[in-house]
């Protein structure tokens, strides 16, 4: 059953296009409005196909009307009536999406002619839809049959290190070191969006899970854990059989992830505490060498703003800070500890000139390195 709206004010015209065709023996079911807010009415509370208007109607004119319908069923067919003096009105409404126009007067049997040609064009249309649809099922059917080969490269981890790599993200891992459970739950959303884009392509999505392993086993390392309890769980949540799909595969994502944040989050106070005393060890070692936030966060393989973070938390101040107190401590020494003259200790603590260093040294401290080691002999 095809469902006909036939939006008409002159109440004569209404009752002929209506009265005078057996419109329901012919498979309609025909619906009447006298103008064009009565008309958006039915459409908004009917499923209407195709709907017949007047392009002159008080109120609400024909255009105007075929505008809101189109809005609200971008599928509705629609056939106009005019007049000859609205003849260029009629012929302009094609562009708004109208597929027909009749000229008054007209007979009732052109009339039908005419929505018979557009309901023919609705049904192909229709058609064309469902065999896109069943396509489109056919097509995920045979997708999810071919997500067994992702199955297999995941019950296979070992498997992942010989996978092509692409940088998809660039957060995952700074995420699962020193993120939030919310900023994680963001980066999930990202993944998962990533993978949509990779659907019907099994073999991008294989590269998109061996990034997301190899960035998380990484993380792993990098924190001190064993990248065996990472693969551990990595297996935990693998889907039961081969029939996996595609949705199992992101759900896989979710779970694997969450539970590698709960390990982190388990054992973090002491994996990263013993990278904090492995970063001062060095600084102790190397602090004369010019050492700064970014190169110390290339040598520990992390971002400088994850590291700045961990050893804000951890050791209780910032590492340019830190930093700063060794030499600040170590130039002490010195100038109390040695005759060194102030050039010598400026060269020895790296800096590039002896005028450099006093001035850091006072803006430091509060005084000159002369001014300290002469209020030392003072006090001595």
Not at 114 to 141: I, M, N, P, Y
Not at 215 to 241: C, Q, R, W, Y
Request: with cysteine; aromatic share 8%; charged share 30%.
């Amino acid at each position: 059953m095809c469902n006909l709206l036939i939006a008409e004010d002159e109440k004569y015209l209404r009752e002929k296009v209506t009265k005078n065709v057996d419109w329901e023996g012919r498979g309609y079911k025909v619906f009447v409005a006298s103008d064009g807010e009565e008309a958006l009415e039915v459409i908004r509370s009917e499923s209407i196909d195709i709907l017949v208007t007047d392009i002159r109607m008080p109120g609400m004119d024909g255009l105007e009307l075929t505008g809101e319908a189109k809005a609200i069923n971008p599928d509705l067919k629609i056939i106009v009536i005019s007049g000859h003096a609205e003849f260029e009105l009629a012929q302009a409404s094609i562009r708004l999406g109208v597929e027909d126009y009749l000229l008054k007067p007209f007979r009732t049997e052109r009339l039908l002619e005419v929505v018979e040609k557009t309901r023919e064009k609705l049904e192909a249309e229709q058609k064309k839809r469902e065999q896109a649809t069943q396509q489109e099922e056919l097509a995920r059917q045979s997708l999810e049959e071919r997500f067994g080969r992702v199955f297999n490269w995941l019950v296979n981890p070992n498997s992942f290190l010989s996978q092509p790599q692409v940088p998809i993200r660039n957060r995952l891992g700074d995420i699962l070191k020193s993120g939030t459970l919310q900023e994680l739950s963001e980066e999930i959303a990202v993944l998962h969006a990533s993978m949509d884009e990779s659907r019907d392509d099994p073999d991008r999505i294989i590269i998109i899970l061996n990034e997301i392993v190899i960035t998380t086993l990484s993380a792993l390392g990098d924190l001190g854990f064993d990248v065996e309890e990472g693969i551990s769980l990595m297996n935990k949540h693998l889907p039961s059989d081969e029939e996996t799909k595609f949705s199992d595969l992101k759900q896989w994502v979710q779970d694997f992830l969450l539970d590698i944040n709960d390990l982190v989050e388990s054992g973090q106070g002491e994996s990263v505490e013993q990278m904090i005393n492995t970063i001062k060890a060095y600084v102790e070692e190397n602090y004369r060498s010019g050492i700064t936030l970014n190169t110390m966060a290339a040598r520990m393989n992390m971002s400088p703003s994850q590291m700045s973070k961990l050893f804000r938390e951890y050791a209780g101040e910032h590492f340019s800070d830190y930093v700063t107190g060794l030499k600040v401590q170590k130039a002490k020494e010195m100038l109390k500890g040695t005759d060194n003259r102030i050039y010598e200790i400026a060269d020895y603590l790296g800096f590039s000139d002896a005028y450099y260093f006093s001035s850091w040294f006072k803006r430091t401290v509060g005084c000159t390195p002369t001014e300290y080691r002469e209020e030392l002999s003072i006090k001595g």
